[in-house]
């Protein structure tokens, strides 16, 4: 019996003759190019499905001049960053809006200076066809090498130095307002905060949002004690804070796990929470709910975070104009507050 031969994969030339478009249109459709009528678009991708139509990434990518990556650096160097909550969720949100797209994620890490080198040469080659950004401290050497490259960049928070076109943020200082007003409205008086770096514009604006809260009621802001958004550091500055303030009665903590570190502090302090303390944490992860006593939080939606970061660049990659995004926060009652 002959061998059956494979079988001949259509041309683009095929598909828009199946389709009923120029070839030109055939190929707008594919490379999904900005002002496509919808009928020409369902016309060709009608005629992709039925004769099973692949496109060669190469020529593509000579064509469109992309690569069909875009990458998401972090100015940290230590892999296990993505083994956090926070980036993890981040990162659930970015594959979610990737899956909607034919674009595959490059994680960069880009704290050292050879990491910075290595994400310097990737964007001067056009290695990506964009990028995002987080976790940036104060003058970040990697808005710097972003801005420089040209190359299409969203934000995933705002940095200090200056004010990003595009970004996509949480509502930081309404979120940190609406858990001290929620606070103050308990009768609590003697109202402490554990902020974040103050290198970071979150840190310094839920800080904010916690010193606005208090003056807008008329307290004087009681006491602050920086953190880092760990449980280790949110330990400390509670250690700290009961030193320096024995009498406070309620604590706003930058995030839960500061918040988490605090609780334990205070539990071995012996004092009742929220009887004597009461604690309020920000983000909203999973750990508020495990904590003892379950923790009262802001909540922000950390994988639409991720997710619109993504579809906003997805739009600048095709030549659309996208506005910056605040994602709104929410106070979830439970149990420490």
């Known amino acids: 019996m002959a061998a059956q031969r494979p079988r001949r994969q259509p041309t683009l030339d095929e598909v828009a003759e199946r389709a009923g478009v120029s070839r030109s249109a055939a190929s707008r459709v594919i490379n999904k190019a900005p002002h496509v009528s919808r009928a020409t678009r369902e016309a060709v991708e009608r005629a992709i499905k039925e004769m099973g139509y692949l496109p060669n990434r190469?020529?593509?990518?000579?064509?469109?001049?992309?690569?069909?990556?875009?990458?998401?650096?972090?100015s940290h160097d230590d892999p296990e960053l993505f083994a956090d909550p926070f980036f993890a969720q981040v990162i659930v949100g970015v594959s979610a809006?990737?899956?909607?797209?034919?674009?595959?994620?490059?994680?960069?890490?880009a704290s050292s200076g050879r990491g910075r080198s290595r994400l310097t040469n990737l964007l001067h080659t056009r290695g990506v066809d964009g990028i995002m950004l987080m976790a940036l401290h104060g003058d970040d050497p990697l808005t710097h090498i972003v801005r420089r490259a040209g190359l299409p960049a969203v934000y995933g928070g705002r940095p200090l130095n200056f004010e990003p076109q595009w970004y996509v943020d949480s509502d930081n200082l309404g979120g940190a307002r609406l858990a001290t007003e929620y606070l103050i409205g308990l009768g609590r008086t003697r109202i402490v905060t554990i902020t974040g770096p103050m290198s970071t514009d979150v840190g310094r604006a839920r800080h904010r949002g916690y010193r606005e809260?208090?003056?807008?009621?008329?307290?004087?802001?009681?006491?602050?004690?920086?953190?880092?958004?760990?449980?280790?550091?949110?330990?400390?500055?509670?250690?700290?804070?009961?030193?320096?303030?024995?009498?406070?009665?309620?604590?706003f903590a930058a995030s839960d796990d500061t918040a988490a570190g605090a609780l334990r502090v205070l539990i071995d302090a012996g004092r009742s929470?929220?009887?004597?303390?009461?604690v309020v944490g920000f983000d909203d992860l999973g750990m508020a709910e495990r904590t003892d006593p379950p923790l009262t939080t802001v909540h922000q939606s950390v994988q639409a975070l991720g997710r619109e970061m993504t579809r906003m660049l997805v739009d600048l990659i095709a030549g659309h104009e996208p506005s910056s995004i605040i994602l709104p926060t929410k106070l979830v009652l439970r149990d420490s507050a």
């Open 58 to 74: 190469t020529a593509r990518a000579l064509a469109t001049r992309q690569t069909g990556i875009v990458a998401l650096a972090v």
């Open 97 to 109: 809006a990737l899956e909607e797209t034919d674009l595959h994620l490059l994680l960069c890490l």
């Open 213 to 251: 809260a208090m003056i807008m009621a008329g307290l004087t802001p009681y006491a602050t004690a920086e953190g880092d958004f760990t449980e280790t550091g949110g330990a400390a500055a509670m250690k700290s804070l009961l030193d320096s303030h024995p009498d406070l009665d309620a604590i």
């Open 273 to 278: 929470v929220p009887a004597d303390v009461a």
